[in-house]
Nanobody, 129 residues
Framework: QLQASGGGLVQAGGSLSLSCAASGRTSSRYVVAWFRQAPGKEREFVAAITWSGRSTYYTNSVKGRFTISRDNAKLMTFLQMNSLVPEDTAVYYC????????????????????????WGQGTLVTVSS
């Protein structure tokens, strides 16, 4: 199971840090990703990180502003979001999959929500202008 937290209301230019806590069956290596879904829009890939943390991936619109990281000892994954803009407003979901090879080799697999089996409940991020 995954539990996302850390959302809230922030002004444009501000920062937020999201957390994703894993519990239950955590013995296997898994990739964690963040997706977001704005009202009336499809769920969108934001970032992903491999089990080792050595490989990270971002959608173009957040590169240089967001940073994904993880602490496997604590079963936590984080998304540090800086320089937020109103277009970042969405419900943010963390998701996980054990398909690391697919994630690292295929952009399509990496950004497809159907690749991820485990999902958190979502946390709302609202950026005011």
């Amino acid at each position: 199971q995954l539990q996302a937290s850390g959302g809230g209301l922030v002004q444009a230019g501000g920062s937020l840090s999201l957390s994703c806590a894993a519990s239950g069956r955590t013995s296997s290596r898994y990739v964690v990703a963040w997706f977001r879904q704005a009202p009336g829009k499809e769920r969108e890939f934001v970032a992903a990180i491999t089990w080792s943390g050595r490989s990270t991936y971002y959608t173009n619109s957040v590169k240089g502003r967001f940073t994904i990281s993880r602490d496997n000892a604590k079963l936590m994954t984080f998304l540090q979001m800086n320089s937020l803009v109103p277009e970042d407003t969405a419900v943010y979901y963390c998701a996980a999959t054990e398909r690391e090879s697919d994630i690292t080799l295929s952009l399509r697999a990496r950004t497809n929500p159907n690749t991820y089996i485990y999902w958190g409940q979502g946390t709302l991020v609202t950026v005011s202008s």
